[in-house]
């Protein structure tokens, strides 16, 4: 049976929560499903400095497309929670997805 996850990357439990699914989820047979969830969409007040993470999510949907979510899911965490980046500006997503193998002119239309 498929689990969905509604997550996003500026969320500290859904980085937790899909860090312990990726790692459960071949031993338990599922599939994991992302959809996505903006905790701060546009009209929303940031606290502090969150992305907005509509880019985001957007550019883990094209990765979907290609077989590469699992790897780009975990690039933009990481680049949130470890590396303090903005994963709100395209150039930040850019350079992760084609980090990965992404094609940068595709990427970019995301």
Do not use: N
Request: one cysteine or more.
């Amino acid at each position: 049976m498929p689990v969905i996850l509604f997550a996003d990357f500026t969320c500290a439990d859904s980085y937790s929560t899909e860090t312990m699914l990726a790692a459960i989820s071949t031993e338990l047979g599922t599939e994991v499903h992302y959809r996505a969830f903006e905790r701060y969409p546009a009209g929303t007040p940031l606290p502090d400095m969150r992305p907005r993470t509509r880019k985001a999510h957007e550019a883990a949907r094209f990765a979907r497309d290609r077989g590469m979510e699992r790897p780009v899911r975990d690039a933009i965490y990481a680049a949130h929670f470890v590396e303090g980046r903005d994963i709100g500006r395209v150039d930040v997503l850019v350079e992760l997805g084609t980090a990965l193998g992404l094609d940068r002119t595709e990427l970019k239309v995301v």
